[in-house]
């Protein structure tokens, strides 16, 4: 199970921290991945981290500006988000799979088995 948190409202150039909580023992063997959903358009990929957090992937519009990073002691992910724009309003999802191999994550949702129940960032201009 998993569940995000964090999300809020922020003004255009401003920071926000997005945390992903995860239950059970097997976190650390599992791939997870954030994607968002603006109103009115498809999911889209955002980031993904391998389950040991040795490797990530960004989407090209917040490569630069976006960290993922993760703690498996805690069993959370995070998601700092810089630079925040008006165009990084959405609804974030944090999803999770477990890992083919050392080293893989993935930005293809359909491969993520588990989804948390998002959160709503706002960026105003």
């Known amino acids: 199970q998993l569940q995000a948190s964090g999300g809020g409202s922020v003004q255009a150039g401003g920071p926000l921290r997005l945390s992903c909580a995860a239950s059970?023992?097997?976190?650390?063997?599992?791939?997870v991945g954030w994607f968002r959903q603006a109103p009115g358009k498809e999911r889209e990929f955002v980031a993904a981290i391998t389950s040991s957090g040795s490797r990530t992937q960004y989407a090209d519009s917040v490569q630069g500006r976006f960290t993922i990073s993760r703690a498996n002691a805690k069993n959370t992910v995070y998601l700092q988000m810089n630079d925040l724009k008006p165009e990084d309003t959405a609804v974030y999802y944090c999803?999770?799979?477990?890992?083919?191999?050392?080293?893989?994550?993935?930005?293809?949702?359909?491969?993520?088995?588990?989804w948390g129940q998002g959160t709503l960032v706002t960026v105003s201009s």
């Open positions: 059970g023992r097997t976190f650390s063997s599992y791939a």
């Open positions: 999803a999770a799979c477990a890992s083919r191999f050392s080293g893989w994550a993935t930005r293809d949702q359909y491969e993520y088995d588990y």
